[in-house]
C-alpha cells in the first residue's frame, strides 16, 4: 500500500486517469487498489476527492469511448464473429427509450467489473446506438465505477489502515481476495439481473 500511495502523492490524479484507461482498455492492471488509496489520502486532506473521481471517471469514459467507435467502424466484421448479436440487436430495437437506457446502464456498469468488458461498448458501436446517448449512460457509469472504489476509501480508511497491515503479515493475496470479493459481489448482482433481462427478450423474439 505504500509504494500506491507513493505513486498518488507523486503524479496526483493523473496516474488514476491513465490506470483506468489502461484498465477500461483491457489491459489486466490492479487498479482498485489506487481508487481506495486515493480515497483514504482524499480524507487526509492529501488528494482532492472530487479530482480522483474525476480523473477516474475520465478515464473510463474515454476508454469505452475508443471501443465504442471501434465497434462502430468494425460492426460488419463483428456481427460476422458473434452471430447472436443479430437477435440481440432485434431485441433492442424493440425496447423503448426508458427502458433501453436502463439495460444500457445496467450492463455497462456490469462490465466495468468484469475481464471482458470491452465488448460492450464495442456492441453498442456496432448497434449504432447514438453516441450521445451512450456517452451519457456511460458517463453515469464510468462515475459509479469510480465511486465504488474510492468513496469506501474515503470514508473507512482507518479500516484499510488495518488491512493494509495485515496484507503486509499475511501476504499481499489477502488482500487481493478480498477485493475481488467485493468487486464480485456487486458484478454478480447486476449480471443477474442483466441476464434475466436478456433471458426475457430472447422469449419475445420465440
Excluded at 477516474?56 to 460492426?75: E, I, M, N, P, V
Excluded at 446517448?133 to 479500516?159: E, N, T
Aim: aromatic share 14%; glycine share 10%; charged share 10%.
Amino acid at each position: 500500500m505504500s509504494h500506491v500511495i507513493g505513486y498518488l502523492l507523486s503524479h496526483g490524479g493523473v496516474i488514476l486517469f491513465f490506470l483506468v484507461l489502461l484498465e477500461q482498455g483491457g489491459v489486466p492492471l490492479p487498479v482498485a487498489p489506487f481508487l481506495l488509496a486515493a480515497g483514504a489520502l482524499a480524507a487526509g486532506g492529501r488528494l482532492n476527492l472530487f479530482a480522483a473521481i474525476g480523473w477516474a471517471t475520465s478515464g473510463s469514459l474515454l476508454a469505452d469511448t475508443f471501443w465504442f467507435y471501434a465497434g462502430h467502424q468494425s460492426k460488419a466484421r463483428l456481427f460476422q464473429l458473434f452471430p447472436r448479436w443479430h437477435a440481440i440487436q432485434y431485441a433492442v430495437s424493440q425496447k423503448k427509450q426508458p427502458g433501453l437506457i436502463l439495460r444500457g446502464l445496467q450492463v455497462l456498469t456490469a462490465a466495468k467489473f468484469l475481464p471482458l468488458g470491452i465488448l460492450v461498448p464495442l456492441r453498442a458501436g456496432a448497434f449504432e446506438i447514438a453516441p450521445s446517448r451512450f456517452l451519457l449512460v456511460d458517463g453515469f457509469c464510468s462515475l459509479f465505477y469510480a465511486s465504488i472504489y474510492v468513496l469506501p476509501g474515503f470514508f473507512f480508511h482507518g479500516q484499510l489502515e488495518q488491512m493494509a497491515t495485515m496484507a503486509r503479515r499475511f501476504g499481499i493475496l489477502v488482500f487481493a481476495v478480498f477485493l475481488l470479493a467485493v468487486a464480485g459481489y456487486f458484478s454478480a448482482q447486476i449480471l443477474k439481473r442483466v441476464r434475466f433481462r436478456e433471458g426475457h427478450a430472447h422469449k419475445i423474439i420465440r
